[in-house]
């Protein structure tokens, strides 16, 4: 009984279908070409109705085939039958291939599946047409005595005996027959599906470039998200920490704290446009106006004012050359920003209010020279790592500095923490030599 009822469910269950469905639409997709093949057959076999015999008809499905291989060739047939084996005939769909094909193997095998999808669908196609209405009839003529009389092309011994009891069971087979060869052409599309469908080398190449891209682009997104917000918050709850400490005792203070407080919110909103204009420009957003990055040239100032109004007592230097900061490689100069801003929000966060900070900017040859030193906190640097969801500052001065092809050193150096970094003006000649070379326990 499971063996009859695990047959019902491989020739006519729900898979089964679908598979048939997809069947038809190779048939359908078979029928322009079926025409023209009529066309060029009819004359050679001197008929005027091509469709009117079995081996004209076989004749112009012969001709076509080969017609539908080459328009096979076309870059959205891949795509089209991706898509179709996706949806009908129950295929995995990671092991199927996105796009048009690139390689000659890729639009070779894509060829291959495209003629055997219609050869397939084609003979399943006719089948479906001429069986059924040829099954009923079997079946209803012991029943119809019209039939009988009629004949509709049958031969004469089914009008009598014992043929004509047994022409219904003929009918039934002749259903289930059909069934059963489209649930085997379904099968054997299915399997050959992803060897035929499947990514080549130069397929996988092109996904792993594009998660690579996609991973970059979130990487970029978190790391500015981190950079930005996190700075502005770390330096927004002491600059009002320090305003209620002191409400009382000096209003003037509290004022100049109020005022930072809004102008780095009103500066991170911007900032924070800026990094969401990433996300703007994959989306239908694309004209959306977005804040520009901000750089060393021109928010440097800012950046320390902000800083020292939360109360990090801040000693910059800065030795650019004659052109200053102007002069600097507009990405070198975003990305030693954010740096430096990285640089400043770790001491807000582990150093505290009050701590005393280095920063020395300079040129260095043919690099920028990034050094920032703050005492180290109460307990040493394995005490900065208790704060929760800390970990990701340095790493984003490392991701940084590779991006540009420089160097990191960052630790403990003689009772400060210090962190040195230098990148390249002109960018990095051979690809990244970014490192991190702490000369002790790496803070977060």
């Not at 004209?287 to 800012?302: E, R």
Request: hydrophobic share 45%.
């Amino acid at each position: 009984m499971k063996a009859f009822a695990a047959t019902l469910t491989a020739l006519f269950g729900r898979r089964a279908r679908r598979r048939w469905i997809h069947l038809i639409l190779g048939g359908a997709l078979a029928m322009p070409y079926v025409f023209v093949g009529s066309v060029i057959v009819g004359p050679l076999l001197g008929e005027d109705n091509v469709f009117g015999s079995i081996t004209s008809q076989l004749g112009a499905f012969a001709v076509g085939l080969p017609l539908a291989a080459i328009t096979a060739l076309f870059p959205l047939t891949r795509p089209m039958s991706v898509a179709a084996v996706r949806a009908l005939c129950d295929v995995p769909g990671d092991v199927l291939a996105d796009g048009p094909a690139r390689s000659r193997q890729a639009r070779g095998r894509t060829v291959a599946w495209f003629t055997l999808h219609l050869g397939f669908g084609g003979v399943i196609s006719g089948m479906s047409l001429a069986l059924p209405p040829f099954a009923a009839v079997l079946i209803a003529l012991p029943f119809v005595a019209a039939l009988r009389d009629s004949r509709l092309g049958m031969p004469e011994a089914l009008g009598d005996g014992w043929l004509l009891a047994l022409s219904p069971v003929a009918g039934i087979l002749s259903l289930v027959a059909l069934a059963g060869c489209a649930a085997v052409a379904g099968s054997l599309l299915a399997r050959w599906a992803p060897d035929l469908l499947g990514p080549s080398p130069a397929d996988r190449l092109a996904a792993a470039e594009q998660r690579a891209a996609d991973l970059a682009v979130r990487n970029r997104i978190a790391r500015e998200l981190h950079d930005s917000v996190g700075h502005a918050l770390s330096a927004v709850t002491l600059q009002a920490s320090a305003a209620r400490r002191v409400l009382d005792r000096d209003p003037e203070f509290v004022r100049e704290a109020l005022a930072a407080i809004e102008e780095t919110t009103r500066r991170t909103v911007g900032e924070l446009d800026a990094v969401l204009g990433v996300l703007r420009e994959g989306g239908t957003d694309r004209a959306a106006p977005t804040a520009p990055a901000p750089t060393l040239a021109a928010d440097l100032d800012g950046l320390l004012g902000r800083t020292r109004a939360g109360g990090l007592r801040v000693r910059a230097t800065v030795d650019l050359g004659p052109g200053g900061p102007d002069a600097l490689p507009p990405m070198v100069s975003r990305e030693a920003y954010r740096i430096v801003q990285e640089s400043l929000s770790n001491a807000l966060r582990h150093a505290g209010p009050d701590a005393p900070l280095t920063l020395r900017i300079a040129l260095d040859g043919a690099d920028l020279e990034i050094v920032a030193e703050n005492p180290l906190p109460h307990g040493g640097p394995a005490s900065s790592g208790s704060r929760p969801g800390g970990g990701h500052g340095l790493r984003g001065i490392t991701d940084r500095a590779r991006l540009l092809g420089g160097t990191v050193r960052a630790g403990p150096d003689d009772g400060v923490w210090r962190v040195d970094v230098r990148l390249p003006l002109k960018g990095p000649a051979e690809g990244p030599r970014a490192t991190t070379d702490p000369k002790g326990p790496v803070r977060p």
